[in-house]
Every structure is written in structure tokens, then in C-alpha cells.
């Protein structure tokens, strides 16, 4: 699933530059199309993570990878900014809450001192979806034209879907083969009813705010990465076309970083404890990653710059599995909502990302205001730490949930 996530989402990124030759499109208006996806993606990230606690994840990735595969076909039939608006908006209203129900699935098949790690292997698999992506599209695209491609991957995602219904079941107790010792280590089976998501104890938690704010900031530059790198690559550097598949190299990196970045949280954590472990990883993380934005905005050579960038992706990675193992902590039976909230914030700063990178390329006429609002915003999202307290779970008051609910097990 996690593949399939950003080899769809880097699929619009890699086309870019045909796509907006093809459709006449100008920074600004590429710039709209790709807001349309974050608009629906914050709208429905909330709602999404809220049924994924209830029904748990068999059901609701079954719905969410069809309906993002649908759009992913549909966006090779668009013929202009508006159907590609349209498109873009329902694709990101379909994959909202994919990475929250992972959180749920997360949270009920693994124990607690494995989260970090088990998160980072879902986070790895995405940034090699996204590392696919160019090494697979430029061929592609290159000899049967951009739209072929998002033909490609909407038939590959239908076919997970079944895959995924079949073979994937919500609880551990429910699998054959699952002994009652595994299932007593993962500790969740007994915590599994469901209550409404308590929306008093969120606008209380100042943890959920620092989250959806720290989110938001990084997710502020790292969609640069998912929308605008290959273009950046050759209209302000200079790239060839075919030099674009290096933009598969941060997201390699990113893999590496997401990986490590779980082990090195666990480890942080078994060392300082959940509140300053969590803070220590993605207060350095973000720091980096400013420094590494502002470092590329300086550097006059094309390879160095792109390194420079490739350096800012890895820190925002590295500290992704800690974000979304702090969710899981906080929400604990509702890690998906609490995920969701989070990513809401996330996809708020790439709408933002998205609206302003257009504006600040025409304005500018290079791309120097689109690095410099990054380090800004990624030192921003490091300083947001300090609100964020991962020992501190959601406190859910009696007046803010009804009465539970068993959830569903398949």
C-alpha cells in the first residue's frame, strides 16, 4: 500500500513537466492543480483515520486504495487545468487516511516497543514507491506519452485491493496460527472497542496541536519534493529530461531515513524516555533539514544544490516514524483519528505549499523565495517540539464520548 501511495502521488511529479506542456499550464496553475489534491486530502484525513478505528484497516484500505486507483487512471483522461483539478481533488479525497489506518494497524498488530520500527518499514516502503517512480514514468512517458502511465498504476492498484481483502485480517486473534502468547504480548486485543473520537480531549491536547502544526510546517517543503523537483530540475538548474530519474535518489535516501529514523527513535526512547526521545529526533532532524534547504539556495552548481535538497528530504524523513509513533501513544485506541489529525495539519501545509510555490516562482523568477520559505518553515516545525509530549496520552473525559461500540474484526 505504501508503494503504491507515492509511486501514484510521484507520478504527477515525474509527468510534470509534459503534462504542463501539454495542457498549456503555468507555474501558478500547476501550482492549483496541485493544491486541489491537499484541499481534499486535509478535508477527509480526519474522517478517514475516525472510521479506520472503528472498522479497523481491512475495510477501510480496501475502499481507500480502489478509489485512489480509479482516480489515478482517470488523471491520464484530463485535457485541461479544470478536469485536472476536479481529478486531483478526488484522488486526494480517496487517499486520505491511508497513512492513519496504517497507524491503526500499526497500533493493533505490533507491540509498543516495536512501533517505531514497524511504522518506519511502512514509511521505507513508501519513499521506494516514490523512488520507483522516475526509474519506471521517464521510460514510460518517454515512449508511450504521460498519460500511459497513470493508466499503469490505477490497474496495479485495484489489483492490491483484492489482494488485501483477501489476505488481511484486523485483529491478531482472528488469523489461524496466531498463538494466545502473541497475541497477549501485543497487549491490544482487550482495548479494541471504540469509542467516538472524544473532540474535547484533541482541542485540549496541546501535543495534538504541536503535531498538526509541526506537520504542517514540514509537509510545507516536502511536498517540493513530491510536485516540484523534477521540474525545478529542468527549468532552473538545467537538467536534461532524462537526468530527471535522479530525483529517484533523495527518495532512496528518504527510504534509508525512515528506516534508521525508527530504530534511532526506539533507541532514543529507551534512553531518554517518550517525551525528550520523541523531541531529540525530530528537533535535530528538522534543524538539519533547514540548514539543507538554505545550503542548496546558496550553492551556484546544479549537483551540489540537488545534493543539498537531497540532504533536506533526508532529514524530514528521518523524523516521519517518530511523528507517526508519537500519534500512535497519544491516541493509543484512537491512533488513526489522532493520525489523522495529524496529517491533516500535514496536507494543510502542502495545500499552502502548493498555492504559494506557483506565486513565488513567477514573482521571483527563479526558485530562490521556494527554498528560503522552506528552511523557514522547516525551522518552524523544529521549534513545535517543544509543545509535543509523547508520554502524555489523549486524556478522554466521560463527557466526551458516548458509550463504546464493539468495532468490527473484519
Same mark, same amino acid.
Given at each position: 500500500m505504501s508503494v503504491l501511495t507515492y509511486l501514484d502521488r510521484v507520478c504527477i511529479s515525474v509527468a510534470g513537466p509534459r503534462l504542463q506542456n501539454d495542457l498549456g499550464l503555468s507555474p501558478h496553475q500547476w501550482g492549483l492543480a496541485t493544491s486541489a489534491f491537499g484541499i481534499a486530502y486535509a478535508m477527509f484525513e480526519i474522517p478517514s483515520g475516525h472510521l479506520a478505528d472503528r472498522f479497523g484497516a481491512r475495510a477501510m484500505l480496501t475502499r481507500i486504495v480502489t478509489w485512489w486507483s480509479a482516480f489515478t487512471t482517470l488523471t491520464g483522461f484530463v485535457t485541461n487545468l479544470w478536469s485536472l483539478m476536479v481529478v486531483r481533488f478526488f484522488f486526494g479525497a480517496g487517499e486520505a487516511g491511508a497513512y492513519? *489506518?496504517? @497507524? *491503526?494497524?500499526?497500533? /493493533?498488530?505490533?507491540?509498543? !516497543?516495536?512501533?517505531? /520500527? @514497524?511504522?518506519?518499514?511502512v514509511l521505507l516502503s513508501g519513499q521506494l514507491?516514490?523512488?520507483? @517512480?522516475?526509474?519506471?514514468?521517464?521510460?514510460?512517458?518517454? #515512449?508511450?506519452?504521460? #498519460? !500511459?502511465?497513470?493508466?499503469?498504476?490505477?490497474?496495479v492498484g485495484v489489483l492490491w485491493s483484492a489482494l488485501w481483502w483477501r489476505a488481511y485480517r484486523n485483529r491478531p486473534a482472528d488469523v489461524p496460527g496466531i498463538s494466545s502468547a502473541e497475541v497477549a504480548e501485543i497487549g491490544t486485543d482487550g482495548i479494541l472497542s471504540h469509542s467516538p473520537f472524544p473532540w474535547s480531549s484533541l482541542t485540549s491536547s496541546a501535543s495534538v496541536w504541536g503535531l498538526m502544526g509541526s506537520a504542517g510546517a514540514y509537509l510545507f517543503s516536502y511536498s517540493f519534493f513530491l510536485f516540484w523537483l523534477p521540474t525545478y530540475m529542468v527549468r532552473e538548474r538545467g537538467f536534461s529530461e532524462s537526468e530527471t530519474k535522479l530525483s529517484a535518489l533523495p527518495f532512496l535516501l528518504g527510504a534509508a531515513c525512515n528506516l534508521v529514523g525508527g530504530i534511532a527513535r526506539d533507541a532514543a526512547v529507551r534512553r531518554f524516555g517518550l517525551r525528550w526521545g520523541s523531541r531529540l529526533i525530530c528537533q535535530s532532524a528538522l534543524s538539519i533539514s533547514a540548514l539543507a534547504a538554505a545550503a542548496a539556495l546558496c550553492s551556484s552548481n546544479k549537483y551540489v544544490a540537488f545534493a543539498w535538497l537531497a540532504v533536506c528530504y533526508g532529514g524530514i524523513t528521518f523524523q516521519q516514524t517518530t511523528v507517526f509513533a508519537t500519534c500512535i501513544e497519544i491516541g493509543r485506541r484512537y491512533a488513526g483519528a489522532v493520525a489523522g489529525c495529524m496529517n491533516s495539519g500535514a496536507a494543510l501545509g502542502g495545500l499552502v505549499s502548493s498555492l504559494i510555490f506557483g506565486y513565488l516562482v513567477e514573482s521571483w523568477g527563479n526558485y530562490d523565495g521556494v527554498l528560503l520559505s522552506m528552511a523557514i518553515a522547516l525551522g518552524l516545525g523544529a521549534a513545535l517540539w517543544f509543545l509535543i509530549d509523547a508520554a502524555e496520552p489523549l486524556r478522554v473525559t466521560e463527557a466526551s464520548v458516548a458509550v463504546a461500540t464493539p468495532s468490527r474484526p473484519d
Open positions: 492513519p *489506518t496504517a @497507524a *491503526t494497524s500499526v497500533f /493493533r498488530w505490533f507491540p509498543a !516497543v516495536e512501533r517505531g /520500527r @514497524a511504522y518506519g518499514v514507491g516514490a523512488a520507483l @517512480a522516475p526509474l519506471v514514468i521517464v521510460p514510460v512517458q518517454m #515512449r508511450f506519452g504521460w #498519460r !500511459v502511465s497513470f493508466y499503469l498504476f490505477g490497474i
